[in-house]
Each structure stands twice: as C-alpha cells, then as structure tokens.
C-alpha cells in the first residue's frame, strides 16, 4: 500500500521560528509537492520537486524554502515563521511518465499554528 | 485570470439519490481533470482522472463528465451513502507538471 508520511500531524511554533516539515514516500515517486489548505482557497502550491536535489517555485513560496536530498525525502523549511503561516500543509508524490499528470498520493497533513 | 470554481455551499442529499458536483474553470485549456474526496484532518485522495480527449469517465458508483466547450466537469455518486460525506475537489492540469485545486464542495448525505 503507497505511503505518504508527515513528521507531525499537529505543531505550535513560536513568530521567528525556523520550522522544518518533513515528508517521506515509499513508492519512488519523482515528483514531490508541499501545499498549504486554508479554508475557502483550496490547496496552494508552495514548491515541488520533479527530482532530486531539483526544486522549482509554486505559486506562494514567498517565506519558504524546500530541500530534496534523496528522493523520497521532502522538506519544507519556513525560514522565520509568522502568523499568516498557521495552515495545515500537505504534502504530496506522484509518478513521473512525462506528462506530470499522474494522481497525487496525499500525507496525513501537519495543522501547523505560528503564535 | 485562470480559476477554478466549485460550489462553496454544502450539498446535503438523501441517501439513495444521486450527488451531481460541479466544477467550471476559465481561462484554463487542461489537459487532464482530476477529482479527490478529502475527510476532515486527512489529505486528499485520488478518485478518478478524466483526459480532455474523453467525455465520460466511471468508477463503480461514480461518474465524471469532462465539457471543454462549457469548460465544465460534473462529479456524480449515484446510491449515495452516508459514507460518501465528504469534500470532494476537482484539479486541473494543463500538462506540465503543475495541478490546480479547487476549494471544494462539502457534501452531506443523510440516512
């Protein structure tokens, strides 16, 4: 059964914190992707990755930043977290057969509150 | 500007009846339409994907229709069931490697 695990499925940080999400799939996915769900705006694309150590911007990665140092490992780093930051953030793999269309395989979500 | 729009109002149906979602978008020529059920706390899960090329697409209970010329998909659960509460999102994709989420429709079936 494919897996999508999230280092934390609730966090309370502190305004300035640096925070670190992380992301592990056990299916050799090559893409990766952090979202943030907020309610009424749907899932954001933060970042995604097609490959190793390869990152490219999404659509709100102001604030952000990302690692991929192995391929089933994805970080999501928040360089000083502030308030507009609490969200729950998902994160997500696919296969890549060329097109980039394949169905994502969701984690569990962290509900992250910055105070 | 590209959105994706889906009914923000909760759709609440007898169980037995058919759930008919839908999902229009403008300003997009997607390649590929996905739908997900999302559970409250969870991440969303993949139900069916349906090709600009294709016109209807079924799974078990569920049933997708893809309209470009509308720029329209309609997610339909027949013989619903309490169990089929849910939010269910439509994505869109363009053929890169990028897919756009709606916000979803909350749907409540009652027994």
């Known amino acids: 059964d494919v897996k999508v695990t999230q280092s934390s499925r609730y966090l309370v940080k502190r305004t300035g914190e640096k925070v670190f999400l992380e992301c592990v799939q056990d299916?050799?996915?090559?893409?990766m992707f952090w979202y943030r769900q907020d309610p009424g705006l749907g899932l954001r694309l933060i970042y995604f990755?097609?490959?190793?150590?390869?990152?490219e911007k999404g659509d709100i990665p102001e604030g952000y930043s990302v690692s991929r140092e192995k391929k089933e490992r994805f970080s999501l780093i928040l360089e000083s977290a502030s308030t507009n930051q609490t969200s729950m953030y998902l994160c997500?793999?696919?296969?890549?057969?060329?097109?980039?269309?394949?169905?994502?395989?969701f984690g569990p979500g962290t509900r992250l509150t910055v105070t | 500007s590209q959105k994706i729009e889906q009914n923000s109002e909760a759709l609440n149906i007898q169980e037995g009846k058919t759930a008919t979602l839908t999902c229009n978008y403008t300003?997009?020529?997607?390649?590929?339409l996905q739908w997900y059920r999302q559970d409250p706390g969870r991440g969303p899960v993949f139900l069916l994907l349906?090709?600009?090329?294709?016109k209807e697409k079924r799974k078990e209970r569920l049933k997708v229709t893809f309209d470009t010329t509308l720029k329209q998909s309609l997610f339909h659960i027949t013989a619903s069931q309490p169990a089929d509460s849910a939010t269910y999102l439509c994505a869109l994709s363009t053929g890169g490697f990028k897919t756009i989420f709606g916000a979803g429709t909350r749907l409540f079936v009652k027994a």
């Open positions: 990755s097609y490959d190793v150590k390869m990152k």
């Open positions: 300003n997009y020529s997607p390649a590929y």
């Open positions: 349906i090709r600009e090329n294709e």
């Open positions: 997500a793999s696919s296969t890549n057969t060329g097109t980039g269309n394949n169905e994502q395989y």
């Open positions: 299916m050799d996915h090559e893409n």
